[in-house]
């Protein structure tokens, strides 16, 4: 059995949902209620692969909402994410996938400090960050639409906002292994680590966004940013491509200009139904198929029998890690979201 831990995306959306995750109760109530929620599972689904193999999974809301990142919250943050893997581990899943903020915040606050939850001690070897499957499927975003949208990548600069995190560190080794782009350009805050990126990388400039974003023929957002941020479309080279891989979505609201596409990153298809809830309340367009790319690795893992954490701490993705998890999507019947 698989798991998947996830959140919602703001207070408002938890409100207008609580209804549909069985949990009525919470609908008026506000961050401190939300913050003594405990995890719970609230969906129960299989799936099938399209080579006939079907296994069973769990959904776990962990009652995280990205407001909590603010100081006055974080302990409760940090709280949600480790108990609701203590109760995925309690459940006897084998391997769960740490959805969205969920490994952001394992990782920013180094909870593999925190073993002990009451009476289980975390076996970190039963949970996965799902990003070598995120920064797989976000690349093979960029190539195929690049190449329907006419944009040539070996004449292209792409723009990976977020590029020292754990999947844009990934986007950007894939980049520069795998293909031809002409000019890779990244941004974050941190300039120590987009250094240091950069030396792995032996390319790459480094710019603030504002200078950067003018530049794009490509843009993959994949910054942790707990709220989208508004850019001016009239900024902008045509085409251009923009892949939105945040969770929340790293822009705050659709761009509609001609000639710039904007496309959600980090989603898959899969080819068979799926009997589950949660994708509907999490706002997917197909929810019986779509899911995010994190999620879909624990299915993948579970699926190959490799029950193991196959995404593990920041900035280790590889290249090779990226084709095998990429081969075992496409064995079972995963596609990138492509319109
Ligand atoms: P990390 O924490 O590893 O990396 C985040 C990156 O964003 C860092 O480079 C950080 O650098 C940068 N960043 C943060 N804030 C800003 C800012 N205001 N401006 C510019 N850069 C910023 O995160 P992950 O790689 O694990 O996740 C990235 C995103 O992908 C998140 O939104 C996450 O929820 C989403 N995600 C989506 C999945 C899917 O299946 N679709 C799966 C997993 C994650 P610095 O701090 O130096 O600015």
């Keep these: 059995m698989f798991g998947l831990i996830g959140h919602l995306t703001s207070l408002e959306h938890a409100q207008s949902v609580a209804d549909d995750l069985g949990y009525p109760e919470y609908a008026n109530q506000g961050l401190d209620f939300w913050c003594a929620a405990p995890p719970q599972i609230v969906d129960d689904f299989h799936v099938t692969s399209i080579t006939g193999q079907t296994i069973t999974g769990k959904y776990i809301e962990s009652c995280f909402l990205p407001e909590m990142l603010s100081n006055r919250w974080v302990k409760s943050a940090i709280r949600k994410v480790l108990n609701a893997m203590a109760l995925a581990q309690k459940s006897d899943i084998n391997i769960t996938a740490l959805g969205g903020f969920s490994s952001i915040i394992f990782e920013e606050f180094n909870l593999k400090?925190?073993?002990?939850?009451?009476?289980?001690?975390?076996?970190?070897?039963?949970?996965?960050?799902?990003?070598?499957?995120?920064?797989?499927?976000?690349?093979?975003?960029?190539?195929?639409?690049?190449?329907?949208?006419?944009?040539?990548?070996?004449?292209?600069?792409?723009?990976?906002?977020?590029?020292?995190?754990?999947?844009?560190?990934?986007?950007?080794?894939?980049?520069?292994?795998?293909?031809?782009?002409?000019?890779?350009?990244?941004?974050?805050?941190?300039?120590?680590?987009?250094?240091?990126?950069?030396?792995?990388?032996?390319?790459?400039?480094?710019?603030?966004?504002?200078?950067?974003?003018?530049?794009?023929?490509?843009?993959?957002w994949v910054a942790s940013m707990p709220k989208g941020v508004e850019i001016d479309p009239d900024k902008l080279k045509r085409p251009c491509l923009i892949i939105d891989g945040g969770y929340p979505k790293n822009l705050g609201t659709v761009l509609n200009a001609p000639d710039v596409?904007?496309?959600?990153?980090?989603?898959?298809?899969?080819?068979?139904?799926?009997?589950?809830?949660?994708m509907k309340i999490v706002n997917m367009d197909i929810p019986s198929r779509q899911m995010f790319?994190?999620?879909?690795?624990?299915?993948?893992?579970?699926?190959?029998?490799?029950?193991?954490?196959?995404?593990?701490?920041?900035?280790?993705?590889?290249?090779s890690k990226m084709e095998q998890i990429g081969a075992a999507s496409r064995k079972h019947g995963f596609q990138p979201l492509l319109f």
Excluded at 262 to 271: A, T
Excluded at 305 to 318: A, L, V
């Design 261 to 278: 596409s904007v496309i959600k990153g980090g989603i898959v298809e899969h080819s068979l139904d799926i009997d589950w809830k949660i």
């Design 113 to 220: 400090d925190n073993r002990q939850v009451r009476n289980i001690e975390l076996d970190f070897g039963r949970f996965t960050t799902g990003n070598t499957h995120t920064a797989y499927v976000i690349c093979t975003q960029v190539q195929t639409l690049a190449d329907k949208m006419g944009i040539d990548l070996a004449q292209s600069t792409v723009v990976v906002c977020g590029a020292t995190g754990d999947i844009g560190s990934a986007v950007c080794r894939w980049l520069n292994e795998k293909t031809d782009t002409k000019e890779l350009i990244c941004v974050a805050r941190n300039q120590e680590r987009l250094q240091s990126l950069q030396e792995e990388l032996g390319r790459g400039k480094i710019l603030p966004l504002e200078e950067a974003l003018p530049l794009a023929d490509i843009i993959v």
């Design 293 to 319: 790319a994190c999620f879909a690795e624990a299915i993948l893992l579970e699926l190959e029998g490799w029950q193991t954490n196959f995404s593990w701490g920041r900035n280790q993705i590889s290249v």
